[in-house]
């Protein structure tokens, strides 16, 4: 076996993993070493923001995971996409940059994670970002990762801000900065016309540095394990290789692959340990457990006349787009189809936002056309009620002691019957707010549920069969004191020494917003502690 020694092995080169590289790797006498089980991030459509969505059709640099059958949605087994290559899933998503309510990590630190207020993380959500609207006491403007407001020239935005308030919702001009409830103008983060994840904005600038190795395409096997210190990984990449760590394993490889890859080095439950004859090291039951993810519907619209990005989606004026965005960073290619995001709290009496609702200006069935050749789809538009705080907890289980054999997923959405009535509640709303008169000069037939499903039964029945993930899993290893902690304040592993997990897993519950820019912030704050113990 190939053996190599660093000072810091991260496995998984995702959004956390790769700001953790760039920081640790400051120090010109440590030695760092970034695994990634996918490849380079070199796709001209990963760069280019509009190539997300070829990306999303052909299940390109995803893991291809999918949930085990769904109790409550019909026995369905839902697209669980995480992104397999360097930036991880900020290579491959919508690219929204939501922080979350204040209380949100208030409750964190409340409820065990002590250090994790919000107060304590704003400083970091700070480093992280340049924000095109320049540094204020929310807002950094030195950061790497490129935020700028939604730059979507469609008009319904304006319609569905104004119905909102029509519906009694609050508007917000920055939810990132004094005030996150309501509807406010979508953020994203790009920059020079190209998506800013976390690979091209903090691993790029550091790949001349000569104590960083970054090695792709190396799947990892398990951390190695001396009593309870970790002192290095096994992986693959050419035949097996060891990697030693002589000060710290940090796990980054994500909510569904971080708590397998402990699972498959003896940490966890001796019961799930020992159903696949792993030999227990430490004894930590939450390994795995406490799994949650934001789970929404949709409500389509025909639209009364074609919208903008209509008609970008000309064939030869898409692939002209495309070639601007590329080449130049500039043009239509640089933009997302999605202008708004609104966080709102279907009860004034809670203390965060229960709902959110995304907002799209393109329907289902998008497609490219040209005159004479493809008839162009009908234009249509949608609103999304998610659900941003489930009651049901799910788990992350081994199909097997095989390293290469993908983990078992199972939400368990609407375990808890409150989480179902929470989002019929949100999708009562959406249409109230859709039928609002500021929308009549866009609105046409609802088309899908259809006019038709009114009572609860019926939108009951319509969101167990078509309510879908939004792929922001959390919780699987995550920071407290309880029982089923898996991480203390400091993000290392209950019980050992040597290793940490610092990645979308150690978050005890979801933030209300995508979670992107919470695991950026992550990524900052764990360097520095990391630092702080060396």
């Known amino acids: 076996m190939l053996e190599q020694t660093f000072d810091y092995v991260i496995v998984g080169a995702g959004t956390a993993g790769c700001v953790l590289a760039n920081r640790l790797s400051e120090d010109p006498e440590v030695r760092v070493l970034l695994l990634e089980a996918g490849g380079r991030d070199t796709n001209p459509l990963i760069s280019i923001p509009l190539g997300m969505g070829k990306m999303h059709e052909h299940n390109m640099h995803d893991w291809g995971y999918e949930t085990e059958p769904e109790p409550q949605l019909n026995n369905r087994r839902l697209e669980a996409m995480r992104g397999k290559v360097l930036g991880g899933s900020s290579s491959i998503n919508v690219m929204a940059y939501t922080r979350g309510h204040r209380n949100d990590y208030d409750n964190w630190a409340a409820n065990g994670a002590q250090g994790w207020g919000y107060e304590d993380v704003l400083p970091y959500f700070r480093k992280s970002e340049t924000w095109e609207g ?47 409830e309501g509807f406010g103008r979508s953020q994203y983060t790009i920059k020079d016309g190209r998506r800013s994840s976390s690979s091209r904005a903090y691993l790029a600038p550091a790949r001349h540095r000569r104590n960083l190795v970054v090695i792709s395409r190396a799947h990892v096997l398990k951390v190695v394990m001396r009593g309870n210190r970790a002192v290095g990984v096994d992986y693959i990449k050419n035949g097996q290789v060891h990697a030693q760590a002589l000060k710290e394993v940090i796990l980054s490889a994500g909510a569904f692959n971080s708590p397998q890859i402990l699972m498959l080095s003896g940490i966890g439950s001796p019961e799930e340990l020992g159903a696949h004859q792993i030999k227990t090291v430490l004894d930590l039951p939450g390994v795995g457990k406490n799994l949650q993810d934001h789970l929404g519907t949709w409500i389509t619209w025909r639209r009364k006349s074609p919208g903008a990005f209509h008609g970008e989606m000309r064939f030869d004026r898409m692939a002209l787009s495309m070639i601007r965005a590329y080449l130049l960073g500039t043009g239509p290619g640089t933009t997302v189809p999605g202008g708004l995001h609104a966080f709102v709290k279907t009860n004034s009496a809670l203390q965060v936002p229960d709902i959110e609702y995304m907002f799209h200006t393109v329907p289902p069935q998008r497609k490219l056309w040209f005159p004479l050749i493809s008839p162009p789809y009908q234009d249509g538009y949608a609103i999304r009620p998610t659900l941003l705080h489930p009651k049901s907890r799910g788990t992350i289980k081994l199909r097997s002691a095989n390293p290469q054999d993908s983990m078992r997923i199972s939400f368990g959405f609407f375990a808890h019957s409150e989480d179902l009535t929470g989002l019929r509640r949100g999708f009562r709303l959406a249409r109230e707010i859709g039928n609002q008169s500021a929308m009549n000069s866009y609105r046409d037939i609802e088309v899908s549920p259809g006019p038709g499903v009114r009572s609860d039964d019926e939108i009951d029945d319509y969101i167990r069969g078509t309510a879908l993930t939004a792929h922001h899993p959390c919780g699987t290893c995550s920071i407290g004191d309880s029982e089923l902690a898996v991480v203390d304040r400091n993000l290392k592993v209950r019980g050992a020494e040597g290793l940490r997990v610092v990645d979308a897993s150690v978050m005890p519950t979801p933030v209300s917003a995508h979670p992107n820019a919470c695991v950026f912030m992550i990524g900052e704050r764990a360097a520095e502690l990391v630092k702080q113990a060396a």
Do not use: H, L, S
């Open 134 to 180: 320049g540094a204020d006491k929310f807002r950094g403007g030195e950061g790497p990762v490129g935020t700028q407001f939604a730059r979507t020239k469609d008009p319904i935005f304006d319609a569905w801000m104004t119905a909102g308030a029509q519906a009694g919702f609050p508007v917000t001009t920055d939810y990132n900065g004094t005030q996150q």
